[in-house]
């Protein structure tokens, strides 16, 4: 089991940047592959990153390539999610997931476990 509990989000101007915290409770969590999604209003859950247990991979959708960063401390098991040069269009519920195991997944219906989410409003 790992549960899953999201922070950081806020309003931030357009241009400026953010950052995202998961914090994980559960021994799995450092053999868990971690993800990040997003939700706007009246749109479907899309994918953001994902990083793998090790660090060793990881994977950005082509809207953030570029300006996001995600990466993980498995010894405070939480994995962060670095936003710069955020746009209007960034805004939304950002969600983390967890799947134990080695392979990395981009569909939210791959992931076993979710946190509650946090926003993130970028004003224009």
């Known amino acids: 089991q790992v549960q899953l509990v999201e922070s950081g989000g806020g309003l931030v101007q357009a241009g400026g940047s953010l950052r995202v915290s998961c914090a994980a409770s559960?021994?799995?969590?450092?053999?868990?592959?971690i993800a990040w999604f997003r939700q706007a209003p009246g749109k479907e859950r899309e994918f953001v990153s994902t990083?793998?247990?090790?660090?060793?991979?990881?994977y950005y959708a082509d809207s953030v390539k570029g300006r996001f960063t995600i990466s993980r401390d498995n010894a405070k098991n939480t994995v962060y999610l670095q936003m710069n040069s955020l746009k209007p269009e960034d805004t939304a519920v950002y969600y983390c997931?967890?799947?134990?195991?080695?392979?990395?997944?981009?569909?939210?219906?791959?992931?076993?476990?979710w946190g509650q989410g946090t926003q993130v409003t970028v004003s224009s």
């Open positions: 997931a967890a799947r134990p195991g080695m392979a990395v997944y981009t569909t939210a219906r791959d992931y076993d476990y």
């Open positions: 559960g021994r799995t969590f450092s053999s868990s592959t």
């Open positions: 990083i793998s247990r090790s660090s060793g991979s990881t």
